[in-house]
């Protein structure tokens, strides 16, 4: 079976009866309306908005605008275990034999599958590349 074959049940996108009849009936466009939805409660407990001392004063004294700055804030350590990148055989030396460079190439890993149930994602994910795409031409 070739792969890439393509054939109605991959480029068909279903649309019927089913899939654009929107119902419209009286349970759907019904839209209650009685006391209990219209009828917005405004009494003192509502439109009161308590406002005092403690609402509009914000507090201002030396323990909120002071910024403390001595030698334990300012002071950045740095010793040789911080700017020190260990550099020996363990660290610069990446594992190449034939389980780490040999790539599977087979029909199971090169086959992308396209049908019905697969090509609403990939087009959400090419809207989504194209989106960043123009969004960071912006920028």
């Known amino acids: 079976v070739n792969p890439n074959s393509f054939n109605r049940s991959t480029y068909f996108i279903p649309f019927n009866r089913s899939t654009y009849f929107i119902p419209f009936n009286r349970s759907t466009y019904f839209i209650p309306f009685n006391r209990s939805t219209y009828f917005i409660p405004f009494n003192r407990s509502t439109y009161f ?39 020996n055989r363990s660290t610069y030396f990446i594992p190449f ?33 194209l989106f960043l795409a123009i969004l960071m031409s912006f920028l």
């Not at 087979?106 to 087009?123: A, D, E, V």
Request: no cysteine.
């Open 97 to 129: 034999n034939r389980s780490t460079y040999f790539i599977p190439f087979n029909r199971s890993t090169y086959f992308i599958p396209f049908n019905r149930s697969t090509y609403l994602s990939y087009l959400l994910n090419i809207l989504v590349a």
């Open 49 to 87: 908005i308590p406002f005092n001392i403690s609402t509009y004063f914000i507090p201002f004294n030396r323990s909120t605008y002071f910024i403390p700055f001595n030698r334990s804030t300012y002071f950045i350590p740095f010793n040789i275990s911080t700017y020190f990148i260990p550099f």
